[in-house]
T-cell receptor, first 116, second 111 residues
Framework: DTEVTQTPKHLVMGMTNKKSLKCEQH?????MYWYKQKAKKPPELMFV???????INESVPSRFSPECPNSSLLNLHLHALQPEDSALYLC???????????????FGSGTRLTVV | QQQVKQSPQSLIVQKGGIPIINCAYE??????FPWYQQFPGKGPALLIA?????SEKKEGRFTISFNKSAKQFSLHIMDSQPGDSATYFC??????????FGTGTSLTVIP
């Protein structure tokens, strides 16, 4: 299995809703990432988990809450989002975040989030 | 501050042409340079990557040229096809740290 699977593919939520995005990989990768991507822009890093511990939080607002229940799963809990948070949310994984080696990312297809 | 500068922003070529996308960087600590291809509605997919001790790498129709002294690298797509129409991102990674992406190039290959 060489994929990162993200669910749901599309999500429409109101500003008072609570929802969660899910990401799963079975490649034995020990680093997992959440990225946000606006149209025609590069992905922007939000969070990095390494060996199931949060290692980087790129000053993301608290209305986004990541969780890594185990080495294969990554969740992003959403609460009280704003319309400007509408974007493609991408999950990625890599063998590790440090050390030698070619640690390219494997990205999922993303969740297209619309906040109304 | 944009760590990796990418050009052009968009590119249109005829089928069979050789589009070239360029990236430049300043941080000499970068040690790994991948290129990603992204189709609409999909996540980026790793296309090809190079390390700074190599000047060129080919994989199929895709070639990376790397100029360490100039701190530049570029992607060449040989015999381009309409199916290559996508957005391409270069990236760079500093040892032990995150990737920094270029701003992206939208490529259109006309049949």
């Amino acid at each position: 299995d060489t994929e990162v699977t993200q669910t749901p593919k599309h999500l429409v939520m109101g500003m008072t809703n609570k929802k969660s995005l899910k990401c799963e990989q079975h490649m034995g990768h020990r680093a997992m990432y959440w990225y946000k991507q606006k149209a025609k822009k590069p992905p922007e890093l939000m969070f990095v988990y390494s060996y199931e511990k949060l290692s980087i939080n790129e000053s993301v607002p608290s209305r986004f809450s990541p969780e890594c229940p185990n080495s294969s799963l990554l969740n992003l809990h959403l609460h009280a989002l704003q319309p400007e948070d509408s974007a493609l949310y991408l999950c990625a994984s890599s063998q590790a975040i440090s050390g030698q080696g070619n640690y390219g990312y494997t990205f999922g297809s993303g969740t297209r989030l619309t906040v109304v | 501050q944009q760590q990796v500068k990418q050009s052009p922003q968009s590119l249109i070529v005829q089928k069979g042409g050789i589009p070239i996308i360029n990236c430049a960087y300043e941080n000499t600590a970068f040690d790994y340079f991948p290129w990603y291809q992204q189709f609409p509605g999909k996540g980026p997919a790793l296309l090809i990557a190079i390390r700074p001790d190599v000047s060129e790498k080919k994989e199929g129709r895709f070639t990376i040229s790397f100029n360490k002294s100039a701190k530049q690298f570029s992607l060449h797509i040989m015999d381009s096809q309409p199916g290559d129409s996508a957005t391409y991102f270069c990236a760079a990674r500093e040892f032990g740290n995150q990737f920094y992406f270029g701003t992206g190039t939208s490529l259109t290959v006309i049949p």
